[in-house]
């Protein structure tokens, strides 16, 4: 009996200490802290985010505001994903140096690659600053005077703030804009290319594996902070060094197994936690399938021009990645959501906020919520997808709508201020050479003609042959001459008459609709976050991401995605090997690691059953952003590089279920015996402070 109890006792701590979430690291301690330690970690919440001392934070960069990076090295070695760094490998390669294909490692500091845009910000300190911010903000105001009073406030703030010279500030909303937090920042601007394993490791299994499990990506890549000679932030130069940092992580050797404690922290990108039922469902019936359909169209040329061509494959393959991402993802979203009945869970949760409403008496102020918004998707549906549309067509998917789209934003320029002339076009011409760049007309009229359908009945392919944006060269010319002489070139374009109707409808009509729409979800929102935390105080409530960074948690565990499946928790280098087809774009494997793999030459990499583990599955409440996100053992050691999500948990941005959500991570294992033993850039490891926290 006792036995039962304390069993009882372990699964409901087990439960209630796996319900996801993205922490604020600087409001750890209590509840947070607590359930770390029930999972199994040692580290304190002073451990992760200290503002006096150096800390697990000062280890973690958002790297180039999309992705995670950490810190690995006393000399500013930086690991991040393959897929996070592979628009500068791709800038780095050619037909005769192709590092996206053969992988590249600098084997000195001389040989590292500078990448110019590229940037990675740390977080100094993080400070509630709601009362400021809210300042003279009523319930009477209208929304426009709210938010007016609240950039007001925020300006005002942050023009005070104490900062050194070369940081940062920025103040951003939380909780649907019921709490404010500011941000202190240092950013770095020379970031060097350092490691790439080619594709077929760092890619391998490409479409078919993103976003699924037993899983064999090598997605990594290693940077470099430099710094000027004051250890402070610079623009690239000769003259600047390694970055010596506040902390950097160590890196464990033991591995991790089932059960164990995991800790990501990174910068997760968005989420919608929070959304009533019929948003849900507005999102799954809707707006995905219309969105899935659009990128399947342009995908289909894309997909068979890249495996016809070298060079095709070369420029397409940061694009195609992107388009091919978010599709799959959408789709494994759908099937998530259906699985885990989503839907209906979300209508009786909100049976149980609309009974406590009435039990507190706040029906009066706060029952009208719900029905509201129904009213509101009802009208928000359609404008939602037709906008969208137009971004997925002429904007992501067809470069010659958006040459067009570019140069209608160049023309508006100029006609509002013929002052703004030299800077539009400057603008204009950096673009133009930019899509240029990774450009093939043929493929991009393939992408229109099937695309275009999803848009309008207008579909008129022989722009194509009458255009000058197809040419980087006439593309430039018609910006030559003249404000009124471009202007009247523009518009003789004939894909710019094409396409000029249905941007200015684009502008006039679908967005001012839109907006109108949003902003009354957007502050139904707010109102929503904040009646469910009166009605339902006891509920565990986390901010919904937003590019700020945060602390997830959980286990290594497996799952099971359908009935007599069980995934475990760690793939091998043998499945590498299982999955090998030679030649094949998506699962070919380098000679030299199948060379290694039937030597058995791992080194000190291989996990205590003799194999090198690959890839292994956690409960961390992770989403896009999280990418490149360090995963850290129970002593705060690095034991993982974040990269994916399961496909079938891939809801987690609306519904995380601790059931089938699971969050993907390289083993630092593999990393490590990739540099080592693959590339053999020893030198590397050295760098690092290897540990055996196990033994
Ligand atoms: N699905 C992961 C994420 O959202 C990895 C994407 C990169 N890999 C790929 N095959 N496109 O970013
Ligand atoms: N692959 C994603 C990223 O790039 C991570 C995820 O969505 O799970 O951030």
């Not at 591995?255 to 919608?272: N, S």
């Not at 471009?486 to 003789?492: R, S, T």
């Not at 109707?501 to 979800?521: A, G, R, S, T």
């Not at 003799?610 to 360090?630: A, E, Y």
Request: proline share 4%; net charge negative; with cysteine.
């Amino acid at each position: 009996m006792k036995f039962i109890k304390i069993l009882l006792l372990f699964i409901t701590l087990q439960v209630s200490a796996q319900q996801g979430g993205m922490w604020i690291p600087s409001l750890l301690e209590g509840m947070n802290e607590q359930e770390m330690t029930d999972l199994g970690s040692k580290l304190t919440a002073k451990d992760i985010y200290d503002v006096n001392n150096s800390s697990l934070k000062d280890a973690i960069g958002h790297f180039n505001g999309g992705c995670t990076s950490e810190v690995i090295s006393p000399k500013g070695l930086i690991l991040t994903n393959h897929h996070c760094g592979y628009s500068q490998i791709q800038s780095h390669s050619s037909l005769e140096n192709d590092y996206l294909k053969d992988g590249f490692w600098a084997m000195s500091l001389e040989e590292e690659l500078p990448n110019p845009g590229l940037f990675i910000e740390f977080i100094v300190r993080i400070e509630d600053v709601t009362t400021q911010v809210l300042n003279g903000v009523t319930e009477e105001m209208t929304e426009k005077e709210k938010q007016s009073t609240i950039s007001k406030n925020s300006n005002a703030f942050e023009a005070e703030v104490k900062k050194e010279a070369w940081q940062d500030t920025k103040i951003k909303s939380f909780y649907k804009g019921n709490q404010y937090f500011l941000f202190v920042t240092e950013r770095f601007n020379d970031i060097r290319l350092v490691g790439a394993p080619p594709s077929s490791i760092g890619k391998f299994g490409s479409d078919t594996d993103n976003w699924v499990f037993p899983r064999h990506t090598g997605d990594f890549s290693m940077f470099r902070i430099y710094a000027d000679k004051d250890n402070r932030p610079a623009e690239y130069s000769t003259d600047n060094v390694p970055y010596k940092p506040k902390h950097f992580l160590p890196i464990s050797l033991d591995g991790v197994e089932e059960g164990d404690f995991t800790m990501v922290f990174g910068f997760p990108g968005t989420t919608d936690e929070y959304l009533p039922a019929v948003a849900i469902e507005h999102i799954t019936k809707e707006y995905n399938p219309s969105n899935i359909a659009i990128r399947e169209a342009a995908l289909e040329v894309i997909d068979k021009n890249m495996k016809a061509s070298d060079d095709i494959r070369i420029k397409y393959a940061s694009k195609q990645a992107r388009i091919a991402n978010a599709w799959k993802k959408w789709i494994g979203e759908n099937l998530g959501i259906e699985k885990s009945n989503a839907v209906e869970e979300r209508r009786a949760f909100e049976a149980t906020f609309t009974k406590a409403l009435k039990e507190k008496g706040l029906e009066e102020k706060y029952g009208n919520i719900l029905p509201q918004f129904d009213v509101l998707y009802e009208k928000f549906a359609d404008i939602n997808i037709k906008r969208r549309s137009f971004i997925e067509v002429f904007i992501v998917t067809n470069e010659l709508m958006n040459m067009t789209f570019r140069a209608n934003q160049f023309e508006q320029a100029v006609t509002q201020n013929p002052e703004a002339f030299d800077k539009a076009k400057e603008s204009i011409e950096s673009t133009l050479t930019g899509v240029h760049k990774n450009y093939n007309a043929k493929v991009d009229k393939g992408v229109f003609v099937n695309v275009m359908p999803f848009y309008t009945d207008n579909v008129d392919a022989t722009i194509y042959d009458k255009t000058a944006f197809v040419n980087l060269d006439a593309a430039l010319k018609l910006f030559d001459g003249s404000a009124e002489e471009v202007l009247k070139n523009l518009n003789n374009d004939a894909a710019y008459a094409y396409a000029k109707p249905m941007i200015d409808n684009f502008y006039n009509v679908i967005n001012p609709e839109f907006q109108v729409e949003n902003e009354l979800i957007t502050a139904l929102e707010t109102e929503y976050m904040t009646a469910l935390m009166i009605a339902l105080p006891d509920a565990r409530y986390f901010p919904d991401a937003n590019s700020t960074l945060r602390v997830t948690y959980g286990q290594v565990r497996g799952y099971s995605p359908k009935d007599a499946v069980y995934y475990m928790p760690v793939s091998y280098l043998d499945g590498v090997i299982e999955k090998y087809v030679p030649g094949d774009y998506e699962f070919d494997v380098p000679q030299k690691l199948i060379d290694l793999y039937e030597a058995k030459d791992y080194g000190q990499y291989a996990d205590t059953n003799g194999k090198v583990p690959v890839c292994f599955l956690g409960t961390n409440h992770t989403t896009g952003g999280n990418s490149g996100s360090p995963a850290i053992d129970a002593h705060g050691n690095l034991v993982g590089l974040n990269f994916d999500r399961v496909w079938e948990g891939t809801m987690s941005d609306m519904n995380y279920d601790p059931e089938i959500c699971r969050n993907i991570m390289v083993d630092l294992r593999y990393v490590l015996f990739i540099v080592d033993k693959y590339a053999g850039a020893k030198h590397l490891i050295d760098e690092m402070k290897l540990v055996h926290p196990k033994k």
